[in-house]
């Protein structure tokens, strides 16, 4: 590389917010694990849009997602593609099962991610809003919100602003009466959940042991420490892909069966090298280290006299302050970059790996200070 080229890389670099520098509190994302940054850097010429010509890199998603599809109870016939995120997964949940019934409205609850607003947009489709009640989707409105028309109901595992539940339980029964596809955006809560669960630290159902949930999305690029961009989306039944699938003479394998063309097979790659390198218990520690930070931080913020908008149920912490804007522009002076919620009222606080007990401690300090 030429020294002027490096030296302007280094510069804007150097502008740039690290992860490893710990001040990062409003992120979902976090420092990739060096398994997942040495796959990548292996694997970054692959393309498994053209998976004739990358066959290794297409084997390596398959067992990418068979190895979550495990962990988050998928049946035999299930089918799992890479996405680039949970935007894409979700995108792509309602473009299959709007083709699947020919059906225009979906039922997403008023906290769900901005993603099903432009998925609604891109692909006109009808948005229903599911209410809440305590904070989540409220399971006794679904059916007064169902119509002909609907095409699938949406339910989230690990709120964006609040990390919360959903009652998916109650959720999957009314679906499977009904006969309606349900998504569950886990993009955040599918690799936490499940290590909570076995840590005894939650009960909630939320995956394909429910018989009623018809898709799952699930982010490796957030808690599953591989690289940006890696998200998937698992089908109970790999035959409803084939909604999607078109005909593409230029590459080799003739169809493509995603909504990006070209795909990172870099991101696979990672995948798969940082679930087999961390494996079931390597994540459940993971989740055990950031729901401990989480407590620590709760019980900090509240003994500085600051109320949570929620009782954490995973690792994200919403932080009640008065004009949680103003609040946030005078942390970011001091370094700090949280999430804001203003609907809440709220700074919002992710206990992603990278956040330790002694940021905590600085944060807490800090925060006291720009408020008082
Ligand atoms: C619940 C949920 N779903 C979907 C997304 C979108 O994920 P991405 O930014 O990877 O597209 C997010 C992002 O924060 C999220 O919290």
């Known amino acids: ?69 495990h962990w988050l109870h998928a049946p035999a016939g299930m089918g799992g593609r890479m996405t680039s995120g949970g935007t894409e997964s979700n995108l792509t949940a309602l473009w299959i099962f709007t083709s699947l019934t020919g059906k225009r409205e979906v039922v ?68 499977r009466e009904e006969h309606v596809p349900l998504h569950v955006d886990a993009a955040f809560g599918g690799l936490v959940i499940p290590f909570l669960r076995s840590l005894g630290k939650t009960e909630r159902r939320f995956d394909f042991e429910l018989p009623g949930v018809s898709s799952v ?39 493509q069966v995603s909504l990006l063309g070209t795909r990172p097979g870099g991101a696979a790659a990672a995948t798969y090298a940082v679930l087999e390198e961390l494996g079931w218990e390597g994540y459940r520690e993971v989740v055990r280290s950031c729901m401990e930070t989480t407590e620590y931080a709760a019980r900090m913020v509240e003994e500085a006299g600051f109320s949570l908008a929620a009782r954490p149920e995973l690792n994200l912490l919403g932080v009640q302050v008065t004009h949680p804007q103003e609040v946030a522009a005078r942390l970011s002076e001091k370094n700090w970059k949280v999430g804001v919620d203003p609907a809440r009222g709220c700074i919002r606080i992710v206990c992603m790996p990278h956040v330790k007990k002694t940021l905590i401690d600085d944060f807490v300090s800090d925060l006291r200070s720009v408020t008082a």
């Open 217 to 255: 999305a699930v982010d490796p690029h957030k808690m599953g420490l591989s690289v940006i961009p890696s998200g998937m989306l698992l089908l109970r039944e790999e035959r409803w892909w084939e909604e999607i699938a078109v005909a593409s003479a230029c590459t080799h394998t003739q169809r």
């Open 108 to 175: 997403v609850p008023q906290h769900a991610h901005f993603s099903f607003a432009k998925a609604a947009s891109l692909m006109q489709v009808k948005i229903k809003d599911l209410p809440l009640r305590n904070q989540v989707a409220d399971a006794r409105r679904l059916q007064q919100t169902l119509t002909p028309d609907t095409a699938c109901v949406v339910g989230v595992a690990g709120t964006t602003n609040l990390g919360l539940v959903d009652p998916i339980e109650e959720m999957s029964e009314m679906c």
């Open 1 to 69: 590389m030429k020294p002027q080229v490096r030296e302007a890389l280094r510069r804007s670099r150097a502008r740039d917010f690290s992860f490893a520098q710990g001040r990062i509190l409003g992120s979902m994302c976090t420092l990739p694990h060096p398994a997942a940054v040495e796959a990548f850097t292996q694997f970054m010429e692959t393309n498994l849009g053209d998976p004739e010509l990358f066959p290794g890199t297409q084997e390596l998603e398959c067992k990418a997602v068979e190895r979550l599809g």
